[in-house]
């Protein structure tokens, strides 16, 4: 059995939705029942690994992962560093060796 609902859209939200019913022949109803049904099959179920990911742990891992790559780069510059003063102690070791110490 079907219902009627009422809903208030905002009137950018209205032109675009009937831009988009237009550009699809579709009507207002149809695209919107569309949109619930996309919803709920998709974007609601939370707990569902064949689910979509929620916007907002998108955006957290999404933060976590440029974190992580952050400081990947910081390590590399470090290692870089660490290498470069690496090739200058091997240079004095080699400068020592050659030195011979007569007494």
Known sequence: MGGTISIRIEASLLEELDRVAREEGKTRSG????????YL????????????????????????????????SELEA???ELRKENEVLKEQLKAVKKKRWFF
């Open 31 to 38: 695209l919107i029942k569309e949109a619930v049904r996309y």
């Open 41 to 72: 099959r998709n974007i609601h179920r939370k707990n569902s690994s064949e689910g979509f990911v929620p916007f907002l742990e998108y955006k957290k891992t999404n933060e976590e992962l440029k974190e992580a790559l952050k400081r990947i």
């Open 78 to 80: 470090q290692l870089a």
